[in-house]
């Protein structure tokens, strides 16, 4: 039995407090995820229970109680503090996925700092902006990554600590602190700080199509949405072993990678490791996974290895399969039942603003493949009309997928930035405030994802909304790459659209033209391509280059992306009559 | 074949490595699967094999098996210069 047991039960008895009830939680408790997580897990009796089963690159392993969460997070807490981190600062979390950063992020929400994660294969130009961007107080980051601190740190003049947390101390310069949390004295008791509902806890940057990334924020209420959509889209059960493959540098690692399984009290498993589809198998196979949540860059990765190798591993541990981050195609759905012995991946759809899951696929549910599935009981969700904003009740019309605002994990604001928040909202007024917005239940909050709805009530995903990348399950803002592409000595130009891949649904695209004295190569085509992978992120990377000998341009002067993208992708280039001869 | 391997992880070292960084790589090296090179950065050195000897690699082949080390790259490549 599923814990979600009927979804359309479910749909007509909903309550955001039944999450709650899941929790056994009761009023007058502490609302901290810090110690919701791990303090709460051990005050239950569960303390002795595995939290974190972790593996790195070769052949390097560790296990870690609920209680050794509780004291390690403790341990993190304690030494920011002392180090005069207050509550509301934040605190960048720069690192791959070892057992710190999942003890440092618990940590920081312990002492009602506000966690701010961030991807580690960041170059340090996207580093420098996002830094810049929330007034970091202190990074916590390894000696493998701190080189890239130091390259902007005398440009970030809020940020104050520079905390090491692996590699050898004798290597740290001027002004950088070393800490060992599993090496220094256990932190039996830390006086957590007493949050509220609103209290922020983590701020996650993501992009759009024009400006600078943004950082949207979360408040400690979130786990009810995180901890529900946990028990029952995940399923996650008491005995469960459960994967995510999400890196916690985006939503998915922290919303399911830390905060939903173990404020339920699940046992995670982390791999730290590079990515091939052997190395995955047998990490399923050596742990006995059951759930796994991963992604379709991945699920369409382990499916051009073919079905043979699948076969030479023991997966029979496996009962329940997710996936997040772009559409999952129906080939890859069809796919995973044939080979995981009739286990299909169960799409979810939602995003960095949105918190926890909003369309989805349910256990029990007849899995439609190809479609995202329908929306979590409590969520009002709607596809409007593309012009007047309007629900369509026309089944397969393709409009913007929306919310009604009002769900528990709905992020609270941009950080310093209420005009963009306020845009993302149809209905609201034009001076409405990030508080009134997001309890307003009369407006829509508008996604940036097309979609349809079928006569069924299933949603069919269609594509975006704006010129954002999402490649292998990340969005990638084009305004960022233009302007690091244009500080290229040979580039005077630039447009980056997202072109189709069969992997990674779009990768990057580039279109540039040069300045005088610079010829067109495939040396200078590497070399771009390396110069925007150590800026940015090789994400961010455009894995082609098309030199022209001038950009598509409305009469303005504006780069028309949108005449770019349509050609890339074979689609119709609309309207171009706003376009310049020039 | 020796050639070819001191270039590819000459180029390794230098793109993918910073300076002072304490990892040594061999030709045996995992590169792949240790994250010293991801699956997006493949695309620029697999770019950077492709202009260097001329060839092209199918994406069928360019998988991250047939990348996690010098040794294993150049097998590839040499398959290709026939």
Known sequence: ?582 | MDKMKETVLEYIVDEYLDEDDEDEVSYDSPLISSGIVDSFSMVSLKRFIENKYSIKLPDEEATPEAFDTVNSICRLVNKHLG
């Not at chain 1, 290229?488 to 279109?511: C, R, T």
Request: with cysteine; net charge negative; hydrophobic share 40%.
């Open chain 1, 1 to 582: 039995m599923s814990n979600i047991g009927s979804y359309e039960e479910r749909m007509q008895n909903f309550d955001w407090e039944i999450a709650k009830d899941v929790l056994d939680w009761k009023e007058g408790e502490l609302l901290n995820i810090g110690a919701i997580c791990s303090d709460r897990i051990c005050s239950r009796g569960d303390g002795k229970k595995t939290a974190l089963i972790w593996e790195g690159f070769g052949d390097k392993s560790a296990r870690y109680t609920f209680d050794d969460l509780r004291v390690y997070s403790n341990g993190f807490a304690e030494f920011l503090t002392d180090h005069g981190i207050e509550p509301g600062d934040r605190v960048c979390l720069f690192m791959d996925k070892i057992p710190s950063l999942y003890f440092s992020f618990l940590g920081v929400l312990k002492l009602g700092a506000i966690a701010q994660p961030l991807f580690s294969a960041f170059g340090d130009e996207s580093l420098e902006v996002r830094l810049a961007s929330a007034g970091t107080r202190a990074i916590i980051t390894t000696r493998k990554h701190v080189r890239k601190v130091r390259k902007i740190k005398d440009r970030l003049p809020d940020l104050e600590k520079i905390i090491v947390v692996e590699g050898n101390p004798d290597k740290l310069k001027e002004g950088e602190i070393f800490f060992d949390v599993e090496n220094s004295p256990r932190v039996e008791k830390f006086d957590v700080y007493q949050s509220s509902a609103e209290t922020p806890s983590v701020l996650h940057y993501t992009s759009g199509t024009t400006g600078q990334p943004k950082g949207a924020l979360h408040v400690h209420n979130s786990v009810w949405g995180q901890a529900l959509t946990a028990s029952w889209v995940l399923d996650l059960q008491d005995d469960d072993i459960y994967w995510c493959t999400a890196d916690p540098g985006w939503v998915t690692g922290t919303s399911y990678g830390i905060i939903g399984p173990w404020a339920l009290g699940a046992t995670q498993c982390v791999l730290d490791s590079g990515f091939t589809s052997s190395r995955w198998y047998k990490f399923i196979q050596d742990n006995r996974i059951t759930v796994w949540y991963s992604a379709p860059t991945a699920i369409r990765a382990l499916m051009k290895d073919g079905n043979d190798l699948v076969g030479e591993f023991d997966l029979s541990s496996l009962r329940h399969l997710a996936s997040v981050g772009e559409p999952l195609n129906a080939e890859a759905v069809i796919w995973s039942g044939e080979v995981f012995d009739g286990l299909k991946f169960h799409d979810t759809f939602w995003q960095t603003e949105t918190g926890s899951m909003m369309i989805t696929n349910y256990p029990g549910m007849e899995i439609r493949p190809g479609s995202m599935g329908m929306p979590f009981p409590g969520i009002n969700a709607a596809v409007l009309d593309l012009t007047t904003h309007e629900p369509l009740n026309e089944a397969g019309k393709v409009g913007l997928i929306a919310f009604r605002p009002g769900w528990p994990s709905m992020f609270r604001q941009y950080w310093k930035k209420p005009d963009i928040y306020r845009s993302k909202f149809v209905g609201a007024s034009e001076n409405a405030m990030p508080d009134e917005l997001r309890t307003n239940s009369d407006i829509w909050y508008v996604s940036g994802d097309r979609a349809s709805i079928d006569k069924d009530g299933y949603y069919w995903f269609v594509g975006r909304d704006d010129d954002v990348i999402n490649t292998g399950g990340h969005l990638v803002g084009p305004f960022e790459i233009e302007s690091a592409l244009v500080e290229h000595e040979a580039i005077a130009e630039a447009a980056a659209v997202g072109k189709p891949d069969k992997v990674n649904m779009e990768v990057v695209k580039a279109f540039v033209t040069l300045k005088p004295g610079f010829e067109p190569s495939d040396d200078l085509e590497l070399d771009i391509m390396n110069f925007i992978r150590k800026r940015l992120s090789p994400l961010a990377m455009p894995q082609e280059i098309e030199y022209r000998d001038k950009l598509p341009k409305t009469r303005s002067g504006k780069i028309v992306r949108r005449y770019l993208r349509a050609i890339e992708w074979g689609e119709e280039v609309g309207d171009i009559s706003s376009l310049s001869d020039e």
